[in-house]
Structure formats: structure tokens, C-alpha cells
């Protein structure tokens, strides 16, 4: 028995459905995969900030008893330095931007003032630290970006926002404590999900509107905690370019 043998037109017609599927599948494919990556650096880099607060706690007492008031200089010297393995100051300066679009680069990015100490880990990741020396010595703001200065760059995509405050400890997101006046009002209904979509200041709302601009996105990391360790259909993957 003879078997039909495809024609060239047939072969062509059927290449070409799989190039139009495989053209429509692969960006999705390729999103899912950035989102596990981005999530696995974010939860490495979690896990070992979490491990060197704990072993400086052996040392230097419980989280709530350290000098929040020192400058970021003094207080990494102090508290992080000598418990990260390959700790290297790390001066570059720091391109990046918010959800919002909000742009915070160059020489005048607020990440890149003195007022953040910047130090790199054995991996790449780039982290910032900032006491409330300035302001009311309760919290320190970090910021840690899981690829370096490779892009994209932007808050909540590949650099998170995280939190050592008094009341809560180590955490992920912005403060969300009594101490912090912007924070203040509510703080459980701002460790809610919906929130952190929706509202301005400190969140993971592509379309935050605050005055600052560059906080679009401080939730993000928070987002992805509460979500079990995941980047979510609604979360705002698909940034502002």
C-alpha cells in the first residue's frame, strides 16, 4: 500500500502555522521563565541578607537594639560588612528607574548620594543601604538589585525594595511600621495584596502617581512574598519601557 506523500505546498503551509504558533508562544514562554529567574535571585538574596542579620545578632544584639542613627556607612561597617563573605564596596554609579517610569539615574539618583553605602555580594547583586540618620532613626531602607548594573533596571523587574525596621525586623517591601509616618495609618491593610496594586506610595501600582515618583515599585517584593514566592498574572511585569 502507497503512501501519500506530503506536497511541497503542504509542507510550507505547515512550517509556517508552526512559525506562527511558536512566534506566539515563545514571548510567553520567555516571560515565564524571566519571572522564575527573577524570582529565585530575589529569594537568594532574601535568604542570604537574612542569614548575616541573624549571625550579626550573635554579636551585636537583637535587630530592634541596633543604632539606627549611624550613618549607612558606619552601620553596614558595623552590622554587615563583617558577616558577608566577599564584601566589596561597590561606588558605581546607579542607573535605574521606577514602575512608573519615574527616572532616578546618574550622579543625582538618590540611590548614588552619600547618604546610601553600596557594597556588591559574591553573586553580582548590588546593594544599597540607607540609615534614617537623617530623619527618625527607627528604620534602614535596602535596596537590591539581583543582576547588578545589567538592565533593565527598575524597581520591582530586577531591583527590590526591602526593610530592617524596629518593629517588624528584616522584611521585604517598604517599612511598614508605626515609626514610618507614611506608613502609618493602616499598616495591615497595606500588607494587603490588593493594595499593593492599587495604592500610591510604596507599592507595586505601575501607575502610582506619588511625589516622589521613584517608589513605584517598593511594594513589588512584598507582592511576590504574599503570592507565595511567585510573580503573578496581575503583578506589573510588563513595566513602562
Known sequence: MKHKAFTMAEVLITLGILGVVIAMTL?????????KVTVEKLKTIYSKLSEVIKISETDNGVVNSWDYTL???????????????????NNSVWNFR??????????????????????SLANGTLVAVRTSAMDN??????????????????????????????????TLGADR???????SQNSETNKNRSYLLSAD?????????????YSAGDGCSLLIILDGWKISDDYPWNYKK
Open 98 to 119: 521606577s514602575l512608573n517610569k519615574a527616572t532616578w539615574g546618574g550622579e543625582d539618583g538618590f540611590l548614588n548620594t552619600t547618604e546610601y553605602a553600596k557594597f
Open 201 to 213: 506610595y510604596g507599592t507595586c501600582n505601575l501607575n502610582a502617581t506619588d511625589q516622589f515618583g
Open 27 to 35: 514571548p510567553a514562554l520567555i516571560g515565564h521563565y524571566q519571572k
Open 71 to 89: 550613618s549607612s556607612d558606619e552601620f553596614v561597617k558595623i552590622y554587615l560588612a563583617p558577616y558577608i563573605k566577599n564584601f566589596k564596596i
Open 137 to 170: 532613626g527607627t528604620s534602614i531602607i535596602i535596596y537590591a538589585d539581583t543582576n547588578g548594573l545589567t538592565g533593565p533596571n527598575v524597581i520591582g523587574h530586577d531591583i527590590f525594595r526591602m526593610s530592617i525596621t524596629k518593629t517588624y525586623g528584616f
Open 177 to 183: 511600621s508605626e515609626e514610618n509616618s507614611q506608613w
